[in-house]
């Protein structure tokens, strides 16, 4: 599978656009839209989830796999969505929630009943209603034990089994390990056939593959990788057979454990190393605090310090085999809005560095417009979430073009002037048209290929400078965020892309300034 030119394109399918005008986006939507992903460069599009649910989690808590949620449409909304993708040449990637389930799903429903039967062991339970263990639930069932959630109390977590053999709970009889089962156990067979019959129902509905939810977390202490590999070797493995080009991305924020768990991208995230000293290390920036390092290096400040991204991603580029990829993310439905303390002019420069540094980049709907994070809202257990989810801003009119709902849209959109397609479309200077053009540089010079060398040449300080080299090209990159200027010796064969850059005597990088050209 080549991906190397490829760009990614996150879709939250609540907020992207409403067709049929009752404020909620939906699958007709965007269909409607895929001509503008289509322009913008994005070739693969990774949909949030638009399954059966009750929505307590924003979708993340299904309640059937093998139907479409009504607020998105249904199947032939779904298949018309595909077709034209297909047409478009854009891939589509579906959210595969399997970690859990909602708890309102027909398995769990079954497995909570007192009675042994089929759904028993679908999810993981202690063998009495006095034994605690991990983030259990207790007393919410006639069966005599209590239930593990991944996370909210009504995400019952799936059981694929335990890597843990020893006891763990220095004898204490509150505490058993007596109900841990080994992953390997044939009990749990039925529940690894069941995902495997969901995935391939989905690659034969037309999917291209997947975006694993939690994918790490399946299998519980499995502490030496063996477990997963074991797991994910049958889930990936047998999808792979009948559709060879199926596409696994999974939230793992590990690259190297993930591709030898036999996925082909990992992204990263808040937790990965080195990502947050990008541009999420300043106060608000971040889900967290602690994830707050106190200066992003794309911040006009000029203190940030990227060397532990720069030394992981080198590694990275040694040790991940062919067709394993790793994909930066803009911002995804998780974390704050990267536009949201960063002028147009930064975000450029993160731009710039997205789509020219050895990685398959990822765009997070709106991000290439600089829509804010909203720190109002909390909405279906989005809590501070929520406010990366509002509606994509298509026009400068009603709704900002969202939907020609007169009530109460799923979440409200920005007020501030000149945050949507239809404005910066008409300014050449504007941050979609900068993101445009760099995507379109990237496509078109196989030195800004995935799999094109990396040489850092200035990374400790400002302007980063680096050069990307495959068949014969030879191209450098030099991104200043900073407020300083910079003068340029280099000897320049062709301008790809520049912003914010005069030439004299000599070529000076002003604030914020971008030079991408061959050498």
Not at 307 to 330: M, Q
Request: charge should be neutral.
């Amino acid at each position: 599978m080549d991906l190397k030119k490829s760009v990614i394109y996150e879709v939250y399918p609540t907020s992207f656009y409403d067709k049929n005008g009752d404020g909620v986006g939906d699958l007709a939507g965007i269909t409607e839209k895929l001509d503008y992903i289509k322009d913008l460069g994005a070739d693969i599009i990774w949909l949030n989830p638009i399954f059966k649910s009750p929505f307590q989690d924003g979708g993340y808590d299904i309640s059937d796999y093998y139907s479409i949620n009504e607020k998105f449409g249904n199947f032939n909304d779904f298949s018309a969505l595909i077709e034209k993708a297909h047409a478009l040449g854009i891939k589509v990637l579906l959210d595969l929630v399997i970690g859990h389930t909602s708890d309102k799903h027909p398995w769990f429903l079954k497995s909570k009943q007192e009675k042994k039967n089929k759904y028993s062991d679908y999810y993981i339970w202690t063998n009495n209603i006095f034994i605690g263990g991990g983030n259990t639930i207790k007393g919410m069932a006639n069966r005599n034990g209590n239930y593990m959630v991944n996370y909210y109390s009504f995400q019952p977590a799936l059981n694929y089994g335990f890597n843990i053999q020893k006891k763990e709970n220095n004898g204490d009889p509150w505490h058993s390990d007596e109900w841990k089962m080994l992953y390997t156990d044939e009990h749990l067979e039925p529940l690894r056939k069941e995902i495997l019959d969901i995935i391939l129902f989905w690659l034969g509905k037309g999917a291209d593959g997947f975006r694993v939810d939690f994918a790490n977390s399946l299998i519980k202490g499995d502490y030496d990788l063996n477990a997963l590999k074991w797991l994910w070797s049958k889930f990936i493995g047998s999808a792979k057979e009948k559709y060879p080009e199926a596409i696994f991305m999974s939230e793992w924020g590990n690259p190297e454990d993930s591709a030898a768990c036999g996925f082909d991208i990992d992204y990263f995230s808040h937790c990965s190393r080195g990502y947050n000293e990008l541009f999420r290390g300043e106060k608000g920036s971040n889900i967290l605090p602690a994830f707050e390092c106190g200066h992003s290096y794309f911040s006009h400040e000029a203190k940030g310090d990227m060397s532990v991204f720069i030394n992981y991603t080198l590694k990275l580029a040694e040790n991940l085999g062919k067709g394993k990829y790793y994909a930066v993310p803009s911002g995804y439905h998780d974390i704050t809005r990267v536009a949201t303390n960063k002028s147009a002019e930064e975000m450029k420069c993160i731009f710039a560095f997205l789509l020219t540094y050895k990685n398959l980049p990822m765009i997070y709907y709106g991000d290439e417009i600089g829509i804010k994070h909203n720190f109002k809202i909390n909405k279906d257990g989005g809590y501070i979430r929520t406010g990366a989810r509002t509606p994509m801003q298509w026009t400068e009119g009603k709704n900002r073009g969202f939907s020609s709902c007169n009530g109460r849209l799923y979440l409200p959109v920005e007020k501030r002037k000149g945050v949507s397609v239809e404005y910066q479309k008409t300014d050449e200077r504007s941050l979609y048209n900068f993101v445009k053009r760099a995507i379109a540089v990237k496509k078109a010079n196989s030195a800004l290929d995935y799999d094109a060398s990396l040489e850092i040449i200035e990374s400790a300080g400002y302007p980063l400078k680096y050069v990307r080299q495959k068949n014969g090209q030879k191209v450098i990159v030099y991104i200043n965020p900073s407020d300083e200027e910079y003068a340029i010796s280099e000897k320049i064969k062709k301008v790809l892309l520049v912003e914010n850059v005069a030439e004299k005597d000599e070529i000076i990088l002003k604030k914020q300034g971008i030079l991408v050209a061959e050498i």
